[in-house]
T-cell receptor, first 113, second 112 residues
Framework: TQLLEQSPQFLSIQEGENLTVYCNSS?????LQWYRQEPGEGPVLLVT?????EVKKLKRLTFQFGDARKDSSLHITAAQPGDTGLYLCAGEGSGGGADGLTFGKGTHLIIQP | KAGVTQTPRYLIKTRGQQVTLSCSPISGHRSVSWYQQTPGQGLQFLFEYFSETQRNKGNFPGRFSGRQFSNSRSEMNVSTLELGDSALYLC???????????FGPGTRLTVL
């Protein structure tokens, strides 16, 4: 069974600060996705990383896939209240998706004005 | 293009009852996946359908079942409801298997 551990579980910071959220596993994933979910809504895809060592930027968000494709990080620069939400990482197994996406339990992020 | 729609959005049932949830994928998407989300376990994969056939199944008891119709719409059914089945049930659609998934808003099921 593939597991994804996310840390921290909860994070509350002030507007303008920087933060990093981690997603770790002992398993190799063919790709890894980051989602943001707001209350009462389904997760919305932010990015997919596929290649080990890959770095992708989405405005103030920077996503990195580990060289061994077992871990990933999400860094937010100058956080804004609109960044508040549940951030989920999800891995596509190297077995061709036979088990669907494996999700971490998420990081609850609150950005205070 | 309209997103994934799920009905109903909220549902209250009692133990022992059964429930059917519906999902309409994005137009043109042929794959539909279902997930259960709870505070304790997070998002867990239930099953995936493609071209009316179940392609993958997660580790859930047989009380959880689903089907997909020729227009790609999907339903999932939970029989003999238990308190622990209270959760947000999310449907996601994609163009094909192993493709980017787009989630609906979910159905919030409460079992009393």
């Amino acid at each position: 069974t593939q597991l994804l551990e996310q840390s921290p579980q909860f994070l509350s910071i002030q507007e303008g600060e920087n933060l990093t959220v981690y997603c770790n596993s002992s398993s190799v994933f063919s790709s890894l996705q980051w989602y943001r979910q707001e209350p009462g809504e389904g997760p919305v895809l932010l990015v997919t990383v596929v290649t080990g060592g890959e770095v992708k930027k989405l405005k103030r968000l920077t996503f990195q896939f580990g060289d061994a494709r077992k871990d990933s990080s999400l860094h937010i620069t100058a956080a804004q209240p609109g960044d508040t939400g549940l951030y989920l990482c999800a891995g596509e197994g190297s077995g061709g998706g036979a088990d669907g996406l494996t999700f971490g339990k998420g990081t609850h992020l609150i950005i205070q004005p | 293009k309209a997103g994934v729609t799920q009905t109903p959005r909220y549902l209250i049932k009692t133990r022992g009852q059964q429930v059917t949830l519906s999902c309409s994928p994005i137009s043109g998407h042929r794959s539909v996946s279902w997930y259960q989300q709870t505070p304790g376990q997070g998002l867990q994969f239930l099953f995936e359908y493609f071209s009316e056939t179940q392609r993958n199944k997660g580790n859930f008891p047989g009380r959880f079942s689903g089907r997909q119709f020729s227009n790609s719409r999907s339903e999932m059914n939970v029989s003999t409801l238990e308190l622990g089945d209270s959760a947000l049930y999310l449907c996601a659609s994609s163009l094909a298997l192993i493709d980017t998934q787009y989630f609906g808003p979910g159905t919030r099921l409460t079992v009393l």
